[in-house]
């Protein structure tokens, strides 16, 4: 590869030039964990193709919520710029008032978030955001084998609660290990 010329492009000029087993670091229950050049670039692969695959269209607007500093933020901001579509940040300790403005005003379509909290905020005003789709994402970080990662998405309805009573996701993928 020559100069990157797209922001995603970044990752795969790492790996070829300058390649790390410890590209990105997190901290998971105490423990810092590395995510390699490679595992970086699979992981937003994947989860790229399952965008793709859930109907995710060049300029769609997808926000990204997260209330911890992790990596998976940087995996889904990969896959959802290789896509085409436009992420939209926002922070995490905002009002549902907040959401509302800002997903009405960039026509979010879709959010990652990444716990049931924030699950419960922005679904207070689902209904209120003309642009959002049906479903939300819930991403669950699982820390077993290799850090691995599973993206679920759930019916709007549908809150992740953690009880026996949780409705089943609609749609998983895993993103690693494969």
Not at 7 to 20: G, I, M, N, S, T
Not at 22 to 51: M, R, V, Y
Request: aromatic share 12%; proline share 6%.
């Amino acid at each position: 590869m020559t100069q990157p010329k797209r922001l995603f492009d970044f990752a795969y000029y790492a790996l070829e030039k300058h390649p790390r087993p410890d590209a990105i670091n997190t901290k998971i229950g105490g423990e810092w964990q590395s995510l390699s050049t490679q595992d970086f670039i699979t992981k937003s692969e994947q989860l790229a193709l399952g965008l793709i695959e859930l109907g995710v269209q060049p300029g769609d607007k997808i926000s990204i919520l997260s209330t911890t500093n992790r990596f998976e933020w940087n995996v889904c901001d990969q896959a959802i710029l290789s896509v085409g579509a436009i992420d939209v940040p926002a922070y995490p300790n905002i009002s549902s008032e907040d959401y509302a403005f800002i997903f009405n005003d960039a026509s979010v379509k879709h959010v990652f978030l990444s716990d049931a909290d924030l699950f419960a905020k922005v679904s207070e005003v689902k209904d209120r955001v003309s642009s959002l789709g049906k479903y939300l994402w819930f991403l669950l970080i699982l820390t077993v084998a290799a850090t691995g990662m599973l993206f679920l998405l759930w019916p709007m309805k549908n809150t992740p609660a953690m009880s026996s009573t949780a409705a089943w996701p609609l749609w998983m993928r895993w993103i690693w290990p494969p």
